[in-house]
């Protein structure tokens, strides 16, 4: 399973209120969902953000712990961010991709809500396992799907006990969530 590529989008996603907007950077989400990434074999961690100003926020944190500071305090996170690769759009995202498998890949987004048509973990198993795939996380209140290019929509994470209809993880959470239920062998 080493064709697993992950993104993070800032844009276009939803605040609050439905609105579309760009969303800010989140330090903690750099380090803890390239530590998941990491922890569970994927081939790239993309950050992806439209404003150059974020980018460079992003830049800044992560020669923090890998040249800085801060590389001599956690080998463990400099060895997770050597994951992270920073774009401004998700196109960039799959450009790149493509470059290096030879081939366009299936693009799964995930959400906290239900999509009809959505699939199962034993579904996205059988996509990874023929193709390149890149599992997109949102931030803010969700991806606004009808602006993104995708193959799937992945089904949201159901807690327990059944029926518990609350759903409202960090994206980190998720991301650690959903690694962990693909690439684990049930």
Not at 39 to 61: L, M, S
Not at 120 to 134: A, R
Not at 160 to 167: Q, T, V
């Amino acid at each position: 399973m080493n064709n697993i590529y992950v993104a993070i989008i800032h844009y276009p996603v939803y605040d609050i209120n439905r609105k579309i907007i760009v969303s800010s950077i989140v330090p903690y989400d750099i380090v803890d969902m390239s530590r998941a990434c990491r922890t569970f074999g994927v081939k790239k961690f993309f950050i992806v953000h439209p404003f150059k100003a974020q980018r460079e926020t992003v830049k800044r944190i992560i020669n923090f712990w890998t040249k800085e500071k801060g590389s001599f305090y956690n080998e463990d996170r400099k060895e997770a961010l050597k994951l992270v690769e920073i774009k401004r759009s998700l196109n960039d995202v799959l450009k790149k991709i493509e470059k290096v498998e030879n081939k366009k890949p299936k693009i799964i987004l995930t959400s906290a809500k239900k999509y009809d048509g959505a699939i199962d973990y034993k579904t996205i198993k059988e996509i990874i396992n023929e193709n390149p795939t890149l599992i997109v996380f949102g931030t803010g209140w969700g991806i606004v799907v009808n602006k993104i290019k995708y193959d799937y929509i992945l089904e949201p994470i159901y807690g327990f006990p059944e029926g518990n209809d609350y759903n409202h993880l960090t994206v980190r959470s998720a991301c650690s969530i959903i690694l962990d239920r693909i690439t684990r062998q049930y």
